[in-house]
Each structure stands twice: as C-alpha cells, then as structure tokens.
C-alpha cells in the first residue's frame, strides 16, 4: 500500500503523468477524482483520505477543510487562491500553496493580442470578407498605437510583462496604478505612477491586472466608466469581478467606451443569453489567456514538486497561508 495519497480534484489536463514522476519516489498514490469537484460534497467524497490535493477550481472551503483527516497541503493549480479557506486551513496547519508566474508570458501576451484585435477591428474585418464584403472605403474609428497612453491597473509579473512588450508599439506614456509597487521601481521601468482617476480619465488603452480583493471588486463601475475617453479601450485578463458586468455593458452600448476584450467574466462560464454576447464592440475569450503547452507543463511540474517538498517534511516555496 503506498505510503502518501495525493488527490487531483479538479480535472483537466491531457495526462498526469508529470506528477506521478516526480511524486514517485516518495511512495506517493496519485489519484484522480472521477469527476470534476465541483460542490463541498464531491471535494470531500474524493479528498477525505488525502494527504494532499492539487486543486484549481474547486470549492475548498472550511467545511471541506475540517472533513480532511490526513491532509498536510492544498496546492493550487493557478494563482488566485480565493476558492480556498486559507484562514480555517492555517488553523489545522495545512500548508496552501500556488504557482505565480507559471503564466506570466501567456496572460501578458493575450492581453495585448485583445487590445490589438480591438484597436484593428480584427473580428469584425474576418466577418465581413467572409460575407463577401471587401472593403474599400472604412470609416471606422480607429487609430494607431504609436503616441497612445497604454494605462496599467495592477503593476506585478503580468503588468510588468505588458509593459515590456508593448514599448515596441512606441506609447507616449505608460501609467501605473498599484499602491503595492514603489514609485522607484515604476520610474525604473519607464512607467508612471498614477491615482486610480488619472488612469481612467488619460489613458486611450486601459489593461486590468489587479488582483481580486474586497478594494478592487467592480473598480471598474458606472463611475469608473464615465471618467474613460469615448475612445478608450478597455481589457480584462485578470479576475472578471473586476468590472461591473451591468455597467461594462451599458457603456458599449452608449459608446461611452470604444471597445472592451475580455477574458474572464463574473460568472464562468459565461451564460449564453449573457448582454455582451450580442454587443458588436467587445471582444469574448472564454477565460484562456492562461494556455499554452509550456504553461500547463510548468504547472503540472511546480504543482507536483510543491507537494513533494511538504511530504517530505519542508515548506513550500510560494507558501500562501503563513504561521
């Protein structure tokens, strides 16, 4: 009988076999759920018995966490760590852990691809030529990269990464809004620190890389919006609840914002019968901007190397819940 039992309760991946590798010298049974837990009862029928799970959506709240017999660590398969109870876990001494950065190059790279897609119109142009019409004479508005204000709110890993790719499309400014990040080290980058109004009312590109807290839910409101520039782009890689979904949608279609491209969204997934599914000024990716074959492997790898380290009696590296 193996001697640890690791629970994989959120499915997903291609294969497994990256955590069975690196997990197999400890003795370690890996087990996947049969399903994918998605309620309190399905993550303790198939964790109970665990001495750790790897988790990425599933609901592991105080309750779940009190019917773990054995389990010494929770590892999360991502960054955001608000679908555990890390409070009721450090009270019975079980070690949360995530991955930061495992997607840093992918988000910032998805973030710009729906920036650049809403500042050409790119989707819009494919259904046209595909229903026959080529155009000769575009009246759109639309405007150049070059000499624009890309605004940043939230300056970390994914931030950083924008800025650092976008210098190449030549912006007369970059702002920053991240009371966490010393104005040195923005100056240091080429950034410049601004107060939430700033950002909103100068930048003509706005990117949301802020996590998610109690300050930043639906930063982005009616009255955020209403301080944006009518040629304002605005994009969301980061956590859906940071814009008000009803206000979002009542911008675009008052064209009080250009265009919006977003990623992620309050409710996942998003409702078919959702009010921005039939706006013609927003851009919908189903919350991938995480994706690539890299990003996964490096996931899987850190996620199963996280559990090794506490099955063998040391902390974690990106230890989130600390005593």
């Not at 309750?63 to 960054?79: E, F, M, N, P, T």
Request: hydrophobic share 40%; proline share 5%; with cysteine.
């Amino acid at each position: 009988m193996p001697k640890y039992k690791v629970v994989v309760v959120s499915l997903g991946y291609e294969s497994y076999g990256t955590e069975q590798d690196i997990l197999r010298p400890l003795d370690a049974e890996l087990v996947l759920a049969p399903k994918d837990c998605l309620t309190e009862e399905e993550v303790i029928s198939a964790g109970r018995d665990a001495d750790a799970l790897l988790v990425r959506e599933a609901p592991v709240t105080a309750r779940v966490i009190d019917a773990l017999d054995r389990c010494k660590a929770i590892v999360r398969y991502g960054v955001g760590v608000d679908n555990i109870d890390l409070e009721r876990a450090k009270q019975k001494k079980i070690y949360v852990a995530n991955i930061p950065g495992y997607g840093t190059e992918e988000v910032s790279d998805h973030s710009i691809a729906l920036l650049l897609a809403c500042i050409r119109n790119i989707l819009w142009r494919d259904r046209t030529l595909r229903e026959g019409r080529f155009e000769l004479d575009i009246q759109d508005t639309m405007f150049r990269t070059t000499g624009k204000t890309l605004g940043l709110l939230g300056y970390g890993l994914i931030g950083q990464a924008v800025h650092r790719k976008w210098k190449g499309f030549l912006p007369n400014r970059v702002l920053a809004c991240d009371p966490n990040v010393k104005p040195e080290i923005l100056r240091e980058r080429g950034a410049e620190e601004a107060d939430l109004d700033t950002l909103l009312s100068e930048s003509d590109y706005l990117s949301l890389h802020a996590p998610l807290t109690p300050r930043t839910k639906h930063i982005i409101n009616d009255s955020a919006l209403r301080k944006m520039k009518p040629t304002a782009i605005l994009v969301n890689t980061a956590r859906g609840e940071l814009i008000d979904e009803g206000a979002l949608v009542r911008a675009l279609k008052e064209k009080r914002i250009l265009m919006a491209g977003l990623d992620v969204f309050e409710k996942e997934p998003l409702p078919k019968d959702h009010p921005l599914m039939g706006l013609p000024n927003v851009i919908l990716t189903g919350h991938v901007s995480w994706y690539s074959k890299d990003a996964v492997k490096e996931l899987q790898t850190r996620g199963a190397q996280e559990i090794f380290r506490v099955l063998s009696g040391e902390r974690p590296k990106c230890w989130v819940n600390r005593w």
